[in-house]
Structure formats: C-alpha cells, structure tokens
C-alpha cells in the first residue's frame, strides 16, 4: 500500500487494526490501484449520485458510491462484492479543460463502495467542478467552492439548510428548489438525514412511489441501513443538490432510532445489545455521505464534531447532539440539575473554546434539537437540559453575532434568543433559525396543533408547519434568513417554492427584523 | 480485502412458551458485522446443512428470539453465521439444539379466551392504533367483559393503560372478566396471558379472582410500539412480545359467574395477544 493521504489523521490509523486501517485508507487515496482488475461493465455505476463535502480553503472531500441497483435488498447495491478503482479529476471549467487535480480511490464492499477522497492544494474562494470515473463510464459533474482564505475579507457566504428527510412523506421538492438558488456555497443538513421507520401502506404518503417488502420493517442491520440511505438518496433533487454545493451534516436520533440517547434505546434494548445497532448505523452515515475521515466510526463510537472557517466572515461549529447527551431527566428536579449535560463534558469545552477564540463575525452553531426554550416538557430538546443551555448561552453572548441553526421539529421557527429567559441576566445573547422538515409529516398547514406552545414567546418571530428550507446570506453587516416553503409534497415534486418570511439580522443586534 | 468474520461461538439457548432465545458471544468490532443469519433445522437429520430454506431471522444483536413456535412445544436445531460490512460470511456455529416450552393453550382444555393466541391484538377493539379512544370509552378507567355476550372486537380494548400513561389520564385501569361455568372445573386451571408488547416502563399487573389475589405479574419492559402496530409476526417486528401462564389457586373457580379481574398497578400499558382459562386434562 501506498501512504496514504497526508490528510489522514495519524490518530485515526493508529488507533485501528492494520486491515482497517488499509480500507480506511485506500477508500481515501489508492495511486498503485489504478491499474488493477477492470470491472465488469454495468449500466448506472453512478446511480447515487456524486457529493462533495467539508470545503476548506485549499479543497473538499469528494464522494460517490458505486451502485448500479441502488436498491438491491443486500444493501451493496448491485456491485459484486470486489474493490473497483475509482478516478476522479478535479476542474476550474465545467467543460474539464482545465483539470487541476486528479488521483485514485478504491470502492471496496467494506464500505459498501463509497470513496472519500479529498482534494487539496487548490485555491481559495474558487468554484471547481469534479467528476469521477470507472473504465469509460463517467459520473455527474458536481461542484463546490473553496472557503476563503483565513482571516481574509469575504464579502458574502451563503447557506442552505436541509432537515428531516423522511422520503416516504413526500416528494423532495424543497430540495429541487434549494439546488436552483442563484447563491449557495454551503448545504448543512440538520439531522433525520434517514428515517428508521418501516415504510409501509400507512405511511407511504410520497404518492407514486413504491417500495419492496425489504423497506416494510424498521431498519436493524448494516444491510438495511444502507438500503435506506440508497432509497433516500435515489431521489433526483437530492442528487442534485448534493451536486450543486458542497455539503456538511450532523445527525439527530433518526439516523439510528427514534429518540435514542447515548448508548440507550428508546424502546427498551439493553445497550450492550444496541452498540451493535448504533455501530452500524454510524458506519452507514460515513458510507453514504461526504464526510472527513475522521467520522469513520469506531465500533459504536464516532466523531462527527468538525468546524468550518469562513474566512474572517463566519466560524461554523457542527455540533454533536445526540451521542454525548445525559439520559432524559426523570423528574423535575433531575432535569434542572446544575450538571445535566447535552454535549458531553469534552464536547462543551471544544464549542466554548471554539466561540472564545473566534475573531470571525459570525459565531455559528449547527446543532440537531433546538436551544429556544419553549415549554418544560420538550426534554429531547433543550428544554430538557436548561443549565447546559445557560452555560452554551453565556458563551454565545460572550462571543457575540452568535446565530443557532436547528431543524428536528419539522417546522419553520425563526427565535431571538435572549438570556432573560433561559435563567441568565437580561440581554439577547444571538438568534436561532430553525428549518422545517423537507418531508418529514408531509404537506402540513401553517399553523397547527403546536403553534400556541411557540408562538406564546415574544422572542419567537416566526413559525410555520409546512415544508421547506432556509436560506442565509452571511455578510459583514448582516445576516439575512429567508424561510421558504412548498405548499405540497405528498402528490408529486412540482410544488412552488413562496416565501413564508424573511428577516434581516444587523450584526451586533441579535435581532430578527422582518422585511 | 479484509477477512472472514470469525465463527460464531458461545451458543445458548432458552426455551418460553411458543418461543426460543438464542444469545451468543458477540464478535469483535473488525471487521464490522452487518448481520447475524439465524437458522432453524430439524432436529432429525444430525448432520443437515443450513441453507436459505432454514434461515428464520437476520439480526443486528448476539440475540434473537424466535417465535411463533407451536403452543404444543417445538425443538429445532440453530445455527448461526455471521456476515461482515464486506458481505463475507463466516463458518456455521455449532448446532446448538433448542426447544420451546409447551402452552396451557395447547394441552389444556379451553374453559374460556378472549382473542386469539396468534401474536396479533388486531382482532381487539380499537386496534391497532385507535388507543385514544379508550379514555373516552372508559371514563371510569374499568372495562367489564362478559364472556359468551360480549365479542372481543367490541368490548376488549387491544390496550390496558396504566399509571405511566398520560394519554390515558395516569390513572389504574381494571378490567373485570365475568366467566360462566356450567360447573366447577374438575381439575387445575391455568391462565394464559399473551401480550403483543408492553411499554418501556414496565410494571406490575395484578390478577384477583372471585375477590381473591391470585397473583402479581411483573410486566416486561417492551418496545412501547403494541400501541400503534399490532401485528407483531411481521417479518422485523419490533414488537416485544411476552407471556404469562400460572396455575389459579385450587377452587378459585366455581359453578356459575366468576369474575376474572386484572389492575394495571404500575407501569404503562399491556397490549393484549390474547387471554384464556385452561383445565388441565390429566
């Protein structure tokens, strides 16, 4: 084997067996391979489309995942179970004229033919396309956007952000929408990435589709899992959003089970029975997106905590909401103990040193449940952790032009946040947007039975129950969030987009100004 | 390409009434099992092969449970083949044999039942997924059945709620269960309580017959999903199954009404399979 990419984390390698490691690598970096056994020819290599994830200033993780028959029911979807080498290259033209990058990485049945390979050594705040490639048949060409230098004057980020795709609620036209914005460096996918559920006569409200007995049971094995991630993935707008922008996600509960914490079930496996579940569930969302190495797990432990610099505009903190959290609080005075936690001791202090030492103008935060509270019994949220919410907001506060981004809760809620109301001195300490789900629960209405629970709070501006995503431009002088909606999913992919509310966030005001 | 997964080892088997629990000891993290392949053989046959034929579960967990196994007793002959992330399959375990316990509901004669014994609640009122409703029709949190006039889908709610639920008004229901006999039974009686699921909490259901306690059945902490689905033979159901047979204290039932009598305690709801009196032949 050749060495691998200098981008590989010692520790990561170091601290896996020599196969592993080999495969880790390999699907990262594979020079020597190039030369190796042709595949045999298949239609749709590419089938699951192209991704690239986790830009830096001087590049970007590239993924795709071989799967001629996405969805073959033995979850490694059509390829025979043998490595292929996989091209890439690497373009500052659409047309490939002008390729500056390109290398080999090999897709082998461990990680159910997924490569991760990341491109570096290329300029900063540059747009590049990419593509891959197996013997003669080439993939769609996807394109990212270098972050801007460190510490360098930017003049303008913009965000899309994506929550609670539960495919079988509705057509993804909300992603259709988002990949068609004129401006887009950066889709963050909030969490519920995947849905666990069995997909069945009851819940299949995605009208037109049609799925096999396979999709009927809620999802266990390594094999199912990645059953789900090609289903979901096998959608056209999605592929095409993935293609559009680079991308970077967290997870919620759903990418394993419903409401799971830790280590513990939410129906009452015992947890050295559900690490098992937990480790696959983990390897399946490093398989199917375009993530760092370094979200490779470990058994039933992984890392996907990671930070983006946006050049002197905006410091991006991907946060980790699930894993690390204490149990939910068994009564009153469990849940307002001083020493709950929701990110874990280690995780805590690597997001307040992240806001202390931050010189950007935006501090952002990307968690999976959202901090505003709202009412006392939402303990999956925040809610359920009030004096790791004190603590996360007096950091915030303390770092200022804080800006919270959440999804969970399949609707559109725009919050300022302030101290008084969380338990600490009065003054606004940054502002939560909170995406609505793409399809999670389908069409919606505006309001619903929940409306009252959030809309009794001043500080939250804006709520709306149905589908969509959000929009964030980033400048020096202000944030502007425009919450978009699409009035159907269930019938078919071709609803509008309409704008359910935009507001503008000066810097330095922790206010949400609706235009 | 990485190695095979190793051998599954570490066997074990129990046997419960219709059903068998298999554990093993699990395999290391690398390479990553995708699944666990549980098969089925006669236990005739000593030297048979699995194959696809036998195969009777996938499972994630060193554990499965199989069920729907015939009331009358069953044994069969497991063996268990790990599968890697890479689709590599180990060596077969060792055949370990294992045999599930015969049911009162088999080798009993049938005094009286409510639903069938079929791991299904879907023939009880309000199921599969209505259970809101059963505050509204039981205000009083006590549900009265008469056996031979009332009919299960009409009067047998598939949930009994308990203290844990507050859907239900956290209140501790009680169902009465009025049993007509021509005659005292002759010999032993035995009650079979199957359940489908059974909440995350747990809890305690108490049986009183003729006024009289009989018995306090510590509930299993389920899946907490019998609620909304009520099929648990479904194929990756993940519905925690659960049954209960004791023999009623001797003279508990006599000639003409009695009156069966279960209080949800403690705990969240049951979410009945069925429930039945058996005398014992011999």
């Given at each position: 084997?050749?060495?691998?990419?200098?981008?590989?984390?010692?520790?990561?390698?170091?601290?896996?067996?020599?196969?592993?490691a080999?495969?880790?690598?390999?699907?990262?970096?594979?020079?020597?391979?190039?030369?190796?056994?042709?595949?045999?020819?298949?239609?749709?290599?590419?089938?699951?489309?192209?991704?690239?994830?986790?830009?830096?200033?001087d590049?970007?993780?590239?993924?795709?995942?071989?799967?001629?028959?996405?969805?073959?029911?033995?979850g490694?979807?059509?390829?025979?179970?043998?490595?292929?080498?996989?091209?890439?290259?690497?373009?500052?033209?659409?047309?490939?004229?002008?390729?500056?990058?390109?290398?080999?990485?090999?897709?082998?049945?461990?990680?159910?033919?997924?490569?991760?390979?990341?491109?570096?050594?290329?300029?900063?705040?540059?747009?590049?396309?990419?593509?891959?490639?197996?013997?003669?048949?080439?993939?769609p060409?996807?394109?990212?956007?270098?972050?801007?230098?460190?510490?360098?004057?930017?003049?303008?980020?913009?965000?899309?952000?994506?929550?609670?795709?539960?495919?079988?609620?509705?057509?993804?036209?909300?992603?259709?929408?988002?990949?068609?914005?004129?401006?887009?460096?950066?889709?963050?996918?909030?969490?519920?990435?995947?849905?666990?559920?069995?997909?069945?006569?009851?819940?299949?409200?995605r009208?037109?589709?049609?799925?096999?007995?396979?999709?009927?049971?809620?999802?266990?094995?390594?094999?199912?899992?990645?059953?789900?991630?090609?289903?979901?993935?096998?959608?056209?707008?999605?592929?095409?959003?993935?293609a559009?922008?680079?991308?970077?996600?967290?997870?919620?509960?759903?990418?394993?089970?419903?409401?799971?914490?830790?280590?513990?079930?939410?129906?009452?496996?015992?947890?050295?029975?559900?690490?098992?579940?937990?480790?696959?569930?983990?390897?399946?969302f490093?398989?199917?997106?375009?993530?760092?190495?370094?979200?490779?797990?470990?058994g039933?432990?992984?890392?996907?905590?990671?930070g983006?610099?946006?050049?002197?505009?905006?410091?991006?903190?991907?946060?980790d909401?699930?894993?690390?959290?204490?149990?939910?609080?068994?009564?009153?005075?469990?849940?307002?103990?001083?020493?709950?936690?929701?990110?874990?001791?280690?995780?805590?202090?690597?997001?307040?040193?992240?806001?202390?030492t931050?010189?950007?103008?935006?501090?952002?935060?990307a968690?999976?449940?959202?901090?505003?509270?709202?009412?006392?019994?939402?303990?999956?949220?925040?809610?359920?952790?009030?004096?790791a919410?004190?603590?996360?907001?007096?950091?915030?506060?303390?770092?200022?032009?804080?800006?919270?981004?959440?999804?969970?809760?399949?609707?559109h809620?725009?919050?300022?946040?302030?101290?008084?109301?969380?338990?600490?001195?009065?003054?606004?300490?940054?502002?939560?947007?909170?995406?609505?789900?793409?399809?999670?629960?389908?069409?919606?209405?505006?309001?619903?039975?929940?409306?009252?629970?959030?809309?009794?709070?001043?500080?939250v501006?804006?709520?709306?129950?149905?589908?969509?995503?959000?929009?964030?431009?980033?400048?020096?002088?202000?944030?502007t969030?425009?919450?978009w909606?699409?009035?159907?999913?269930?019938?078919?992919d071709?609803?509008?987009?309409?704008?359910?509310?935009?507001?503008?966030?000066?810097?330095?005001?922790?206010?949400?100004?609706?235009? | 390409?990485?190695?095979?997964?190793?051998?599954?080892?570490?066997?074990?088997t129990?046997?419960?009434?219709?059903?068998?629990?298999?554990?093993?000891?699990?395999?290391?993290?690398?390479?990553?099992?995708?699944?666990?392949?549980?098969?089925?053989?006669?236990?005739?046959?000593?030297?048979?092969?699995p194959d696809e034929?036998?195969?009777?579960?996938?499972?994630?967990?060193?554990?499965f449970?199989?069920?729907?196994?015939?009331?009358?007793?069953?044994a069969f002959?497991?063996?268990?083949?790990?599968?890697?992330?890479?689709?590599?399959?180990?060596?077969?375990?060792?055949?370990?044999?294992?045999?599930s316990?015969?049911s009162v509901?088999?080798?009993?004669?049938?005094?009286?039942r409510?639903?069938?014994?079929?791991?299904?609640?879907?023939?009880l009122?309000?199921?599969?997924?209505?259970y809101g409703?059963?505050?509204k029709?039981?205000?009083?949190?006590?549900?009265?059945?008469?056996?031979g006039?009332?009919?299960?889908?009409?009067?047998w709610?598939?949930?009994l709620?308990?203290?844990?639920?507050?859907?239900?008004?956290?209140?501790?229901?009680?169902?009465?269960?009025?049993?007509?006999?021509?005659?005292?039974?002759?010999?032993?009686?035995?009650?079979?309580?199957?359940?489908?699921?059974?909440?995350?909490?747990?809890?305690?259901?108490?049986?009183a017959?003729?006024?009289?306690?009989?018995?306090?059945?510590?509930?299993?902490?389920?899946?907490t999903?019998?609620?909304?689905?009520?099929?648990?033979?479904?194929?990756?159901?993940?519905?925690?199954?659960?049954?209960?047979?004791?023999?009623?204290?001797?003279?508990?039932?006599?000639?003409?009404?009695?009156?069966?009598?279960?209080?949800?305690?403690?705990?969240?709801?049951?979410?009945?399979?069925?429930?039945?009196?058996?005398?014992?032949?011999?």
């Amino acid at each position: 084997m050749s060495s691998p990419s200098p981008t590989l984390s010692r520790r990561r390698l170091l601290g896996l067996s020599g196969a592993s490691a080999a495969v880790l690598a390999l699907g990262v970096n594979a020079p020597d391979v190039a030369s190796a056994d042709p595949l045999p020819h298949r239609e749709n290599l590419f089938g699951l489309g192209v991704a690239s994830g986790y830009p830096r200033e001087d590049g970007a993780v590239l993924w795709t995942r071989l799967a001629p028959e996405p969805l073959a029911e033995d979850g490694h979807g059509g390829m025979p179970l043998r490595s292929a080498p996989v091209k890439w290259e690497v373009s500052e033209t659409r047309d490939f004229r002008r390729i500056v990058k390109r290398g080999t990485a090999l897709a082998q049945p461990e990680l159910a033919h997924s490569v991760h390979p990341r491109v570096e050594g290329l300029k900063a705040a540059t747009d590049y396309f990419y593509r891959f490639s197996v013997g003669p048949q080439k993939s769609p060409v996807g394109r990212f956007r270098t972050l801007p230098a460190a510490g360098a004057a930017t003049e303008r980020f913009t965000v899309g952000m994506i929550s609670c795709q539960a495919w079988y609620h509705g057509h993804f036209a909300a992603h259709r929408h988002l990949a068609q914005e004129e401006d887009l460096d950066l889709t963050i996918f909030l969490g519920d990435y995947i849905y666990e559920y069995g997909i069945t006569a009851a819940n299949l409200w995605r009208q037109g589709a049609e799925v096999t007995p396979a999709h009927a049971v809620e999802i266990e094995t390594l094999e199912q899992y990645r059953l789900r991630y090609a289903l979901t993935k096998s959608d056209p707008h999605l592929q095409a959003l993935h293609a559009r922008a680079a991308a970077v996600a967290i997870w919620d509960d759903h990418e394993v089970q419903n409401d799971y914490v830790g280590a513990a079930s939410s129906t009452g496996i015992p947890a050295e029975l559900f690490a098992h579940r937990i480790a696959v569930a983990y390897r399946a969302f490093y398989e199917n997106l375009p993530v760092d190495i370094d979200a490779l797990p470990q058994g039933p432990e992984s890392d996907i905590l990671a930070g983006l610099e946006v050049g002197s505009l905006a410091r991006i903190t991907l946060m980790d909401t699930r894993q690390f959290r204490d149990a939910p609080p068994v009564d009153e005075a469990d849940r307002v103990r001083e020493d709950r936690t929701m990110l874990g001791a280690a995780q805590e202090r690597w997001v307040t040193e992240r806001l202390r030492t931050s010189q950007s103008r935006w501090n952002v935060l990307a968690g999976g449940v959202v901090l505003a509270p709202i009412t006392d019994d939402r303990t999956d949220q925040w809610d359920g952790y009030p004096a790791a919410r004190r603590r996360l907001l007096a950091e915030m506060r303390r770092a200022g032009n804080a800006v919270m981004l959440t999804g969970d809760i399949h609707k559109h809620v725009a919050a300022e946040l302030r101290g008084e109301a969380a338990g600490l001195p009065a003054g606004p300490a940054g502002v939560e947007l909170v995406t609505t789900s793409a399809a999670s629960d389908g069409d919606g209405a505006k309001t619903d039975k929940y409306t009252p629970d959030w809309v009794q709070h001043d500080y939250v501006r804006h709520y709306d129950g149905r589908r969509g995503y959000l929009h964030l431009r980033f400048t020096p002088e202000q944030l502007t969030s425009s919450f978009w909606i699409v009035p159907w999913v269930e019938s078919d992919d071709t609803a509008p987009k309409e704008l359910s509310a935009r507001f503008t966030t000066p810097a330095g005001t922790s206010r949400l100004i609706e235009d | 390409m990485s190695k095979k997964p190793q051998t599954v080892t570490g066997v074990a088997t129990t046997g419960a009434v219709s059903r068998v629990e298999l554990t093993w000891t699990p395999l290391p993290w690398e390479p990553l099992i995708d699944h666990y392949r549980v098969y089925a053989l006669p236990t005739t046959g000593r030297h048979a092969k699995p194959d696809e034929t036998h195969l009777v579960g996938k499972t994630v967990y060193p554990r499965f449970v199989h069920h729907g196994l015939d009331p009358a007793g069953e044994a069969f002959r497991y063996v268990i083949v790990a599968v890697s992330d890479a689709g590599r399959r180990g060596r077969p375990s060792s055949a370990v044999v294992g045999e599930s316990q015969a049911s009162v509901t088999a080798t009993g004669r049938e005094l009286a039942r409510i639903g069938e014994f079929d791991g299904k609640s879907l023939e009880l009122r309000f199921s599969p997924a209505e259970y809101g409703q059963i505050p509204k029709a039981y205000p009083t949190a006590v549900i009265d059945y008469v056996q031979g006039v009332d009919t299960p889908g009409e009067a047998w709610p598939y949930l009994l709620p308990g203290p844990g639920d507050a859907w239900a008004g956290r209140k501790t229901y009680r169902t009465r269960w009025t049993v007509p006999l021509d005659a005292a039974p002759q010999r032993d009686v035995d009650l079979a309580l199957w359940f489908v699921d059974t909440t995350r909490l747990g809890g305690r259901l108490d049986v009183a017959v003729n006024g009289q306690d009989v018995r306090s059945v510590e509930l299993a902490k389920g899946a907490t999903r019998g609620s909304r689905e009520g099929d648990a033979t479904l194929p990756g159901s993940t519905l925690v199954r659960s049954g209960h047979e004791f023999a009623l204290p001797a003279g508990a039932l006599t000639a003409g009404e009695n009156v069966v009598e279960f209080t949800l305690a403690e705990g969240g709801w049951v979410a009945w399979d069925a429930l039945g009196l058996y005398e014992r032949r011999s």
